[in-house]
């Protein structure tokens, strides 16, 4: 029967809020959402994005309109797959925030919400989020850049020489699963490693650490899009230099 059906969806429902409430231990609060008339509902979203900066003549007043808007969708989207997991009302340096600044919206995760730590393979328990973010993201034209970042503590094994390598390879990893599993042309999605060397916080201090860690996916303004190479046409790249074989020596 319906109901039936509606009680097996609310089980795996509550299953996945389960599992990724045991994953983040008490990192964050996981509120399930109320049934009403046999239906999950979500709760109102009402906030603004964090404005950074100086941000006129570089984005139109109706783009960031729009990114406003975007960002209360995705937090829906986050909240209706997720059961309230990354909710950024109130802010906490442990939860998902969405900032404007010149290059447009940015969507700031935290580390623990996709990796472990010194890992770049996304954890399977958090995928709910990279889908909700996959759904809005899909709908819209501007070009996506997902860049990574860690904190300063060095990395060196035979994956990870550097934090380079750590921060770029976990931003290569958010855009597969994206192209893998929502319809983004890969051609409006980039990835990109910053290392230790864009911080958003002392690195002095475990909390500020924390904070460095994370993963940017960052929506970009039209002005900042026009920066990107064009869709379907690669940069022309100078011929390799021809050097001599070494049997051609000496004829």
Same mark, same amino acid.
């Given at each position: 029967?319906?109901?039936?059906?509606?009680?097996?969806?609310?089980?795996?429902?509550?299953?996945?809020?389960?599992?990724?409430?045991?994953?983040?231990?008490?990192?964050?609060? @996981?509120?399930?959402?109320?049934?009403?008339?046999?239906?999950?509902?979500?709760?109102?979203?009402?906030?603004?994005?964090?404005?950074?900066?100086?941000?006129?003549?570089?984005? =139109?007043?109706?783009?960031?309109?729009?990114?406003?808007?975007?960002?209360?969708?995705?937090?829906?989207? @986050?909240?209706?797959?997720?059961?309230?997991?990354?909710?950024?009302?109130?802010?906490?340096?442990?939860?998902?925030?969405?900032?404007?600044?010149?290059?447009?919206?940015?969507?700031?995760? !935290?580390?623990?919400?996709?990796? =472990?730590?010194?890992?770049?393979?996304?954890?399977?328990?958090?995928?709910?989020?990279?889908?909700?973010?996959?759904?809005?993201?899909?709908?819209?034209?501007?070009?996506?850049?997902?860049?990574?970042?860690?904190?300063?503590?060095?990395?060196?094994?035979?994956?990870?020489?550097?934090?380079?390598?750590?921060?770029?390879?976990?931003?290569?990893?958010? @855009?597969?699963?994206?192209?893998?599993?929502?319809?983004?042309?890969?051609?409006?999605?980039?990835?990109?490693?910053?290392?230790?060397?864009?911080?958003?916080?002392?690195?002095?201090?475990?909390?500020?650490?924390?904070?460095?860690?994370?993963?940017?996916?960052? @929506?970009?303004?039209?002005?900042?899009?026009?920066?990107?190479?064009?869709?379907?046409?690669? !940069?022309?790249? !100078? !011929?390799?230099?021809?050097?001599?074989?070494?049997?051609?020596?000496?004829?």
């Amino acid at each position: 029967t319906l109901y039936a059906m509606s009680r097996v969806d609310e089980q795996k429902m509550g299953s996945a809020v389960e599992s990724l409430q045991r994953a983040l231990g008490s990192l964050i609060p @996981v509120q399930i959402s109320q049934r009403e008339s046999g239906a999950f509902t979500n709760r109102t979203v009402s906030f603004n994005p964090t404005i950074i900066g100086n941000v006129e003549g570089q984005i =139109k007043t109706s783009e960031v309109e729009s990114f406003q808007k975007l960002s209360e969708e995705i937090q829906r989207e @986050v909240e209706k797959l997720t059961g309230g997991v990354g909710k950024s009302n109130p802010p906490s340096d442990s939860q998902i925030k969405y900032l404007i600044d010149k290059r447009g919206l940015v969507i700031r995760v !935290p580390e623990a919400f996709f990796f =472990k730590s010194g890992e770049a393979s996304i954890r399977q328990e958090f995928t709910p989020i990279l889908n909700a973010l996959g759904k809005s993201l899909e709908k819209i034209p501007n070009h996506i850049r997902i860049e990574g970042h860690t904190d300063s503590i060095p990395i060196n094994n035979y994956q990870f020489p550097s934090n380079w390598e750590l921060s770029t390879t976990r931003a290569t990893s958010i @855009v597969r699963y994206l192209l893998a599993h929502h319809s983004i042309p890969p051609g409006k999605i980039s990835a990109t490693g910053y290392g230790e060397f864009r911080p958003i916080a002392p690195n002095k201090t475990p909390e500020g650490r924390m904070q460095n860690r994370r993963v940017d996916v960052v @929506v970009l303004s039209t002005k900042e899009g026009e920066t990107e190479p064009p869709e379907g046409k690669a !940069p022309m790249i !100078p !011929p390799a230099v021809q050097f001599p074989r070494p049997t051609d020596v000496g004829r």
